[in-house]
């Protein structure tokens, strides 16, 4: 039997290049730790000058992250969604804080992409889900059925605590922001903790840099290249990035489905794009990058030019890049120099204008 | 194809096993002094062959142990030779996945020398069972990608034990690994016990054999009666004992993988072990005319022989579906009709199936494998889970029809519940696992022919008995700790 696994696994994690060498200052010590939660992993890596104080840091921050999972989670039937979900089609639902301000803050978003970003989605994601799962395709009675509960603005909130759904079948899933949400909470725990250098992962998806590594300015984070030639990286400090991509077409041909639904057709998305966005939170970058994907680079663009601070890239298979920026710079492979106003993209060989000479 | 499929009948098919019988838990051991058999949980001991062998192998006899040496291929021949009148119950062949195949011929001279002595080769395959997060660590720093959300990444044996007991014949699939011991902490005191709770579970489920690595804090720990090595212990030797027993022989499949070289197909089947597809490996050479009948989907790795065109057009012809991959030539059903083209496969009818070429390498497994659930008929998956991203499954007909039993295996280190459907309509389900004992009675519902039911607090594994006949006590089960 031969094998060559390292080789195998380097090749999923492509882009691979290595970081720029620099020796981490002595007095502080690497700790990193991976939690199962929300159906992926959560990692911290933290330097520390007491590794045992940056564990128990760590722990106490995945002990909040697995706290809001009972709170947010779509599949526990006892989580506080769950029996919202249950029960705010019959009568108003008083909620704890972090459900209302997840849900509040969806809202904003909806709201921000004109209905694209919609956590009413759920019916709709499900009868995809089972289509992921070899099951048959839903029918258009199906559809049609599940689209008539979803819509975001049949979702009241009851300031400061109280929701009620105007819709007898509405249920929502918040899995495209819960888990930024999470690595907000995470995040607070280990800066009350006195940690000011970690990296927060909830399963690649969202990634929050907590300051800079030792003897560096800040995280360097390789962004989600579908055409494995432009390598787009930004440097995290104190803000977050995330990711969206719908679900790869098949390799042999049986019908396709995937995982982000577009609330317009009630079908999945058809998008040939990775999007990555980076923002000051993850709440924020990770309930944007579903939207991004969903609104495509033209209407994204513009959203993203309302955000302080943020910065979007669309990558696709065949290696066309549009970017935006208010703020944080994402750069390319070969991007060696910056001129003032402009940013220098590849497409096919072709030099383009980035967006953000546009602005 | 049997006959049984056209009248809807479906025959979960049991997938050819060397050896199905419980895992062999063996025990590499490297220090002068150890402990009794019954303060480790096993009698079998691997030393590797050394200066020291001689005396740690009089050392172990002394205290009981069944002791086998392991051996480079280099050394192999002067090892069998001091191994004949030296009382070792074995010699176990180890060496490098490349060296794979002298080390079987090897073995196989050996064998025919030193008929008395049993000769095994050890694969050097296996890696360290474990849910492994994203980030990559460098020497000078951190890698990290974004990406869509990602499941939990599982480190796992059952690919590669499913592979084996393909092609090693005259022994179950025996395998060690090295652990990772880049944290400083493990590299002074060794794995904690639920790695290597995890370990035995993984190898007793899938019912291979396992040489387990003792880290040398561990071994000097339980040879000096250290109080707090044996509390650790004890949770490993609950977990190794219960593995001793075990149900069936056969794990059921759905799918039937034909192979040759483990390169051409490793990161598929692995992807395919790791979204619970289940499969069987068949060495291409050895498909006999029914070998296929009852599975859902065929997929080739491996060129295909004229006689192979023919089965395999044969089992599409009955409702199956074939998947070529990257294998252009002239098939018979190429001439049937045009076939469907998408962008990486053609898809052929033939008779009331299909056989789909995919034009190129996979260049994606993880879609691959994604696709292969797919293309499952429902009604054939012997055992699916759901919301458990953590867990591996493999199910176990029984030796009687109306019984089965279901292997779990948690790579997480806590605790989870994990959704299980089984095909069939069971009446009972009895869970046991090592940390509780037998039995909890689980409560069952049942849809479409098959029956739910939830495992609670699975932590590194369990087993649950399936009965279509009520309350029945799990009987003793075969045990292979006597050998």
């Not at chain 1, 992921?132 to 009241?156: F, M, N, T, V, W």
Request: charged share 25%; aromatic share 6%.
């Amino acid at each position: 039997m031969r094998c060559n696994r390292l080789l195998v696994r380097a090749a999923l994690l492509l882009p691979i290049t290595l970081l720029p060498a620099s020796p981490p200052q002595s007095n502080t010590k690497l700790v990193h730790k991976t939690k199962y939660s929300m159906g992926t992993v959560y990692e911290i890596a933290a330097y520390d000058q007491s590794p045992a104080h940056a564990e128990r840091a760590i722990e106490e921050a995945f002990a909040e992250i697995a706290r809001l999972d009972e709170v947010l989670s779509n599949y526990k039937p006892e989580s506080e969604l769950s029996q919202l979900n249950r029960n705010a089609h019959f009568h108003r639902v008083r909620v704890s804080p972090d459900l209302y301000r997840v849900i509040e803050e969806s809202l904003k978003y909806s709201r921000l992409s004109e209905g694209k970003f919609d956590i009413t989605v759920a019916p709709l994601v499900d009868l995809w889900k089972a289509a992921l799962r070899g099951e048959r395709g839903p029918s258009e009675a199906d559809q049609q059925e599940a689209r008539a509960c979803a819509g975001y603005e049949k979702i009241e909130l009851i300031p400061p605590d109280t929701i009620e759904f105007h819709s007898p079948c509405m249920r929502i899933d918040v899995g495209s922001i819960g888990k930024g949400y999470a690595v907000d909470r995470a995040v607070e725990i280990l800066r009350r903790n006195g940690i000011n250098s970690a990296l927060v992962d909830a399963g690649q998806s969202s990634i929050y840099g907590v300051g800079a590594p030792p003897g560096k300015p800040a995280w360097e984070v390789h962004l989600r290249d579908p055409s494995k030639r432009v390598d787009p990286t930004v440097m995290l400090r104190d803000n977050s990035v995330s990711t969206s991509e719908q679900t790869p077409a098949s390799l042999l041909g049986n019908e396709n489905a995937g995982h982000i639904i577009d609330p317009d057709n009630g079908k999945p998305l058809e998008s040939k794009y990775a999007l990555s966005i980076i923002a000051k939170t993850a709440t924020a970058s990770d309930a944007l990058s579903t939207t991004l994907l969903l609104v495509g680079p033209e209407k994204g663009k513009e959203i993203v030019k309302q955000i302080a601070e943020a910065a979007a890239i669309w990558v696709s298979r065949d290696g066309e890049t549009q970017r935006v920026t208010t703020g944080p710079e994402i750069r390319l492979a070969g991007e060696l120099q910056k001129e003032q106003g402009e940013l220098k993209t590849v497409r096919d060989g072709e030099s383009v204008r980035s967006s953000r000479e546009k602005q | 194809m049997r006959m049984l499929r056209r009248v809807g009948i479906v025959v979960l098919v049991m997938a050819a096993s060397a050896a199905g019988l419980p895992a062999k838990i063996y025990i590499q051991w490297t220090q002068s002094s150890m402990p009794a058999p019954r303060v480790l949980g096993v009698s079998n001991l691997v030393i590797p062959w050394s200066d020291e062998a001689q005396s740690l192998l009089a050392n172990a006899k002394k205290q009981g142990y069944r002791v086998y040496w392991e051996a480079t291929l280099a050394q192999s021949q002067a090892v069998a030779e001091a191994s004949a009148n030296s009382g070792v119950a074995g010699l176990m062949l180890q060496g490098s996945t490349a060296e794979e195949t002298q080390l079987e011929e090897a073995a196989s001279k050996l064998r025919v020398k030193y008929p008395k002595l049993k000769i095994m080769v050890l694969s050097g395959a296996g890696k360290q069972p474990e849910m492994r997060g994203w980030l990559v660590f460098q020497r000078d720093g951190i890698l990290q990608v974004s990406s869509p959300t990602s499941q939990p990444w599982l480190d796992q044996n059952l690919s590669m034990v499913r592979y084996e007991r393909a092609f090693e014949r005259g022994q179950a699939p025996l395998y060690s690994f090295s652990w990772d011991v880049s944290d400083p902490l493990i590299k002074e005191n060794g794995p904690n016990p639920g790695s290597y709770a995890l370990a035995v579970a993984e190898a007793g489920a899938f019912h291979a054999d396992l040489v387990l690595q003792l880290h040398e804090a561990q071994q000097k720990g339980l040879a000096t009666g250290d109080p707090q090595t044996l509390e650790d212990w004890a949770r490993v030797r609950r977990t190794i004992s219960f593995y001793e027993r075990g149900d069936g022989e056969k794990e059921a499949a759905a799918v039937a993988v034909l192979a040759d070289d483990y390169d051409t197909c490793y990161e598929e089947i692995n992807l395919m072990a790791r979204h619970n597809i289940p499969f069987q490996v068949f060495e291409s050479a050895e498909v006999k005319g029914q070998d296929l009948a009852g599975f859902s989907v065929v997929i080739a790795f491996a060129a295909l022989g004229s006689e192979l065109t023919k089965q395999i057009q044969a089992f599409a012809q009955q409702g199956g579906t074939a998947v070529l991959t990257n294998l252009p030539g002239n098939y018979p059903w190429d001439s049937d009709s045009g076939g469907k083209k998408t962008d990486h496969a053609v898809t052929y009818t033939v008779g009331k199936g299909r056989v789909i070429e995919l034009g190129e390498q996979v260049s994606d497994p993880e879609t691959f494998a994604q696709d292969i659930r797919r293309l499952m008929v429902k009604q054939q998956v012997p055992v699916s889970l759901w919301n458990s991203l953590t867990t591996l499954v493999a199910e176990y007909p029984g030796n009687k029809p109306g019984e089965a039993s279901v292997e779990l295996v948690n790579y997480d280190e806590e605790p989870t519940d994990v959704q299980v459907q089984v095909r069939g309509n069971f009446v009972s389900a009895r869970y046991e696992n090592p940390e509780r004992g037998c039995c909890q009675e689980l409560k069952l519902s049942h849809v479409d022919g098959f029956t739910d039911f939830v495992v609670p607090n699975v932590v590194s594994g369990g087993r649950v008995h399936l009965s279509t006949a009520g309350n029945q006590k799990p009987e003793a089960r075969p045990t292979r700790s006597g050998e």
